[in-house]
């Protein structure tokens, strides 16, 4: 079965311009996660979803960041008026639940390299 | 705050070495434990997790040893193959949600042939 999903793989944008990055989850995965990664640095969770509903999203870093997931399925994360410090990998990912240890294993995909000039 | 932490940036063996990556974490009210293995241009890839109720978990060719009391947790990688090579990361899940993960920085093993 396929995997969790991002689009697009790449993205560069100047400053200042919106940019929106998608994630499509493995199919029957309820809970949807967004993390963000630094060069050479760990995961910083951003937010995550069960169903359309958002419990945690307190790792949005400003305003700029929104996040919206419809029909139990996609998510896009949305950033604003682009900074440079925006810069880094966001990665999504998926889990079946988020309730017991096999439910909440998150499986990740391949992230949207973000570069703002 | 929460904060888990690696002891070791980067680990060098060779090609059929055991290799023991280190983690150690901050927050004792989380009960959920996980380590990660991410390949460059590659998501974090699931290898193994473990609850707190438990000391030791194995997969295949690798453990994971829970020490609650000085709140560290290391991986074991058996016969390690340059395959192994990528960042090793350890995680934990929240006190009050399984939901956020905290990840730690991350550790670099390099597998000589």
């Known amino acids: 079965g396929a995997g969790v999903s991002q689009s697009p793989s790449n993205k560069v944008t100047e400053k200042g311009k919106d940019v929106e990055l998608r994630c499509d989850p493995i199919?029957?995965?309820?809970?949807l996660y967004w993390y963000r990664q630094s060069l050479g640095q760990g995961l910083e969770f951003l937010i995550y979803f069960q169903g359309n509903s958002a419990p945690d999203k307190s790792g949005l870093p400003s305003d700029r960041f929104s996040a919206e997931r419809t029909g139990g399925s996609v998510s896009t994360l949305t950033i604003q008026r682009t900074q440079q410090e925006d810069s880094a990998v966001y990665l999504c990912?998926?889990?079946?639940?988020?309730?017991?240890?096999?439910?909440?294993?998150?499986?990740f995909g391949a992230g949207t390299r973000l570069s703002v000039l | 705050g929460e904060s888990v932490g690696l002891h070791l940036p980067t680990l060098s063996v060779q090609e059929g070495d055991n290799s023991i990556i280190n983690c150690a974490y901050s927050n004792s009210a989380s009960d959920y434990f996980i380590w990660y293995k991410q390949e460059s241009g590659k998501g974090p890839q699931f290898i193994i997790d473990i609850r707190s109720n438990m000391d030791k978990r194995q997969g295949q060719r690798v453990t994971v040893l829970l020490n609650k009391t000085v709140k560290h947790l290391s991986l074991q990688i058996a016969a390690t193959q340059p395959g192994d090579s990528a960042v090793y990361f350890c995680a934990q899940a929240g006190g009050t949600s399984y939901g956020k993960l905290t990840f730690g920085q991350g550790t670099i093993l390099t597998v000589h042939p």
């Open positions: 199919s029957g995965h309820t809970a």
């Open positions: 990912a998926s889990s079946l639940g988020t309730s017991g240890r096999t439910l909440n294993i998150q499986y």
